[in-house]
């Protein structure tokens, strides 16, 4: 019997999945994914097309922006996008934490841009470096002055691996420090995921002879795929775990839960996830703030009440909060590094001017046109809207902001809507993952499966059938 039965075999014994839907899920494989890049990358014809006119700048050659140029090419009889990106590579940025596992190798997650983007859009090999959206243009960092009727903002998000002190970036690689999220896009490197890897192999080493201290960290703010820290913890545990080894592990996050989003995920990860490796402790509230490399220390922020004088008229007790700084040693380190917008978007009148959003593109949560100029949207993890900052999100994203684009630039109010899903394939262990789907209002599974249960099944498709889907559909504008 074929793996591909098997595999379905699997998925139709999983409680409450119909053939059906089993078809559906075995439907998005590589061949099917081939079968339909070779169709074209339009999901229409041109004679279906919008026949409605207006010069559009797409700023971000990342996943947003390359799903939004393609989606707006199919969708115009007479597209005229120009497309201002400096990246000539195009990395799969999800494969970095295959990478770090040993799943994958650098050559599995890099593309040419240059297969994506049409003959006919002109691309300009720049980054912006001012918005002027009162004016209706972009200056970008070589003095290049570029109008638009149309502006679509794509430019990602960036890593500040400066803000903790005593950290810099040619640190990552040494003395047991990692982060796989270390990667420069405008260059084509990933060298977080390699890098991951060879502290996987380290810290096995260390682990033969001892029961090293690992601490695995999460910012205090919004990052790219919220569940990468713990995806890094579980699987580094689990590489240890098959051949006999342990160490002590330490989670340190800026929250007071493991996911916060689905509590059904938190319950699975506290009571089944966590207690099968046995030597997990976690610190909440505790954001990394410094790193003594040599003395291999790492100093958080601890953020806490207590309770204070009682009041009698209130029948409650004053809190007090309390800051302290917590050192801990460490042998080996994961790093994820605080992230905010772009410093374009963040220093322009396109950013959200103060609150939690302040810096991130201020998009209306739904429709993700901008809230004060009408002719600006968003993708991507740049939009300041309360979820979404993974590629599933901005998938979800794409048909959104072109249909309310479209709607604008043929004179009618935007009505489609973002229901703000985001996805989170959840890796506890080697071959298993949950894949944590949920929206606005909780959890939202696109099959009838408990969102909460690690399966093989999901690590299967995130390994082998994600990443073809990624390059020939959803890069492509077919999904």
Request: aromatic share 10%.
């Given at each position: ?20 839907d ?129 502006l ?26 990692s ?52 995806k ?16 002590e ?67 409650e ?13 460490y ?13 374009a ?46 590629g ?61 249960q ?26």
């Amino acid at each position: 019997m074929s793996k591909k039965i098997d595999f379905m075999d699997e998925i139709v014994n999983e409680k409450g999945m119909s053939r059906r839907d089993a078809l559906k899920f075995m439907g998005i494989s590589p061949i099917a994914a081939g079968v339909l890049a070779s169709a074209g990358s339009s999901t229409g014809t041109k004679a279906e097309a919008s026949s409605a006119e207006g010069k559009i700048v797409i700023v971000g050659g990342g996943a947003g922006g390359i799903m939004a140029m393609a989606r707006l090419h199919a969708a115009l009889s007479h597209p005229d996008i120009t497309l201002i990106a400096p990246n000539e590579k195009h990395l799969y940025q999800p494969g970095q934490v295959f990478m770090a596992a040993g799943e994958y190798t650098f050559e599995d997650i890099v593309k040419d841009n240059k297969e994506f983007i049409p003959d006919d859009v002109n691309w300009i090999k720049d980054e912006v470096k001012t918005f002027d959206p009162d004016n209706n243009k972009v200056i970008t960092r070589a003095g290049k002055e570029v109008s638009y009727d149309y502006l679509v903002v794509a430019t990602g998000l960036q890593y500040h691996y400066e803000w903790i002190e005593g950290l810099t970036k040619d640190m990552i690689g040494k003395n047991g420090i990692s982060s796989v999220y270390l990667n420069d896009p405008e260059a084509g490197t990933a060298d977080g995921g390699s890098i991951t890897w060879d502290w996987f192999n380290e810290l096995k080493e260390a682990a033969k002879n001892g029961k090293p201290k690992v601490i695995c960290t999460q910012p205090a703010t919004p990052i790219k795929c919220g569940g990468a820290p713990q995806k890094i913890l579980y699987l580094s545990d689990d590489y240890l775990k098959r051949d006999g080894l342990t160490a002590e592990f330490t989670f340190a996050t800026n929250g007071s839960k493991l996911f916060g989003a689905v509590p059904a995920v938190d319950k699975e990860l506290k009571e089944v996830v966590q207690p099968r490796y046995g030597n997990i402790t976690n610190k909440f509230k505790h954001n990394l703030i410094a790193i003594d490399a040599d003395k291999k220390i790492a100093t958080f922020e601890y953020k806490y009440e207590v309770k204070g004088e009682y009041d009698e008229d209130l029948e409650e007790y004053d809190m007090i909060k309390k800051v302290d700084r917590v050192e801990m040693p460490y042998d080996f380190i994961h790093i994820v590094p605080p992230m905010a917008g772009v410093d374009a978007v963040a220093n322009s009148k396109l950013a959200w001017q103060k609150g939690t959003g302040k810096g991130w593109l201020e998009v209306d949560q739904y429709t993700l046109q901008h809230r004060r100029y009408k002719n600006v949207f968003g993708i991507g993890d740049i939009c300041g809207v309360p979820k979404g900052k993974t590629g599933g999100s901005a998938r979800h994203h794409g048909p959104i902001m072109v249909a309310n684009l479209l709607a604008v630039m043929e004179g009618k109010e935007p009505k489609e809507k973002f229901d703000g899903y985001t996805v989170c394939p959840l890796k506890t262990q080697y071959g298993k993952i949950i894949l944590a789907e949920f929206n606005y209002k909780g959890a939202a599974p696109s099959f009838p499966l408990a969102v909460e249960q690690p399966r093989w099944m999901w690590w299967a498709f995130d390994l082998y059938m994600l990443k073809p889907m990624y390059w020939y559909l959803m890069m492509r504008g077919l999904m």
